[in-house]
Nanobody, 114 residues
């Protein structure tokens, strides 16, 4: 069973940047969707960005600040986060799906605070 392992979270000051990584432990074939979600305690998990085919959709709250990218050779998906705000504080989860199953990462904490 392929696992997704996230890294790159941490504490950053407002206006700072972080890059989250989501590494798959093996090949995931026929990927349909790649995405990043985030969740704050007591709230529903929120979609941050989703890639399906050639279409990428960002949440309005992160447009122009966050970028998703992918390194196929490393089986890794990245979330580049710039101009971070305190309201970006959350646990961030990566998600990949194909026709057979959904894969979730374990989550990585991002805290934006001075």
């Amino acid at each position: 069973q392929v696992q997704l392992v996230e890294s790159g979270g941490g504490l950053v000051q407002p206006g700072g940047s972080l890059r989250l990584s989501c590494a798959a432990s093996g090949n995931i074939f026929e990927i349909l969707v790649m995405a990043w979600f985030r969740q704050v305690p007591g709230k529903q998990r929120e979609l941050v960005v989703r890639v399906r085919g050639d279409t990428t959709n960002y949440a309005d709250s992160v447009k122009g600040r966050f970028t998703i990218s992918r390194d196929n050779a490393k089986n890794t998906v990245y979330l580049h986060m710039n101009s971070l705000k305190p309201e970006d504080t959350a646990v961030y989860y990566c998600y990949i799906s194909n026709s057979r199953t959904d894969y979730w990462g374990q989550g990585t904490q991002v805290t934006v605070s001075s």
